[in-house]
């Protein structure tokens, strides 16, 4: 659906890619030593990397479509010093996941979900690689502006839309909270596979 070039992504990350906020999710999304999680939209790599560092032996698995996205991530991950067994992008759209079903205790994506290709068919994906019990957590920004000319799907900017997508996809326990802080106001939502 989004189609991001270099210079949506330089723009991005210069101005959004290192919050407050991304330091703050793997605390509110629950992280734990020993989880397995996949980041959806990981853009340049900032929580992919808060995500690795926030609890022992935490594997990351982050996918991003954009290119210059993937190499501002990898550049970040370098200057953080972890390792491919802490870490790993690919370039790769949320419909493109790739992971053994029932291996993830968690699925985090950070203002992405709106930018879906597929957004019933990347949240097929995403139920299955939940083990039960699993997670996904998503946010997005409530005060953003639109991005761009780029098209997006701006239902799942808001609560209604989200929960319809994760009520369709079998999620059970579907809740949500706005978080604030100095940067912005941010709607959380959170669902289980049971
Ligand atoms: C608003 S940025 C958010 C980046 C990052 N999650 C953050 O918190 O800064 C949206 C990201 O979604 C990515 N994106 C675009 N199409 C996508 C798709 N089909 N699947 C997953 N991510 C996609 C873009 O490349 C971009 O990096």
């Known amino acids: 659906m989004s189609h991001w070039n270099d210079e949506h992504a330089n723009r991005y990350d210069e101005q ?89 205790d968690l699925v985090v994506a950070a203002f992405s979900v709106h930018h879906w290709q597929s957004p019933a068919q990347s949240m097929a994906l995403v139920y299955s690689a939940l083990k039960s019990g699993g997670k996904i957590w998503l946010c997005e920004d409530l005060n953003a502006p639109t991005e761009g000319n780029i098209e997006v799907h701006s239902d799942l900017k808001a609560l209604d839309g989200l929960k319809s997508l994760l009520q369709n996809s079998g999620f059970v326990q579907i809740s949500h909270t706005v978080h604030r802080n100095h940067e912005g106001k941010f709607l959380i939502v959170e669902a289980l596979k049971l």
């Open 16 to 104: 959004w890619g290192e919050l407050d906020f991304h330091q703050q999710i793997p605390g509110l999304a629950g992280v734990q030593s020993g989880f397995n999680v996949v980041e959806l939209g990981c853009g340049g790599g900032y929580l992919s990397v808060c995500l690795a560092q926030s609890a022992v032996n935490v594997r990351v698995t982050a996918l991003d479509p954009t290119a210059k996205m993937i190499a501002l991530a990898q550049a970040r991950q370098q200057r953080a010093g972890l390792s491919k067994a802490q870490l790993q992008f690919f370039e790769a759209g949320a419909e493109s996941l790739d992971v053994s079903d029932n291996t993830q």
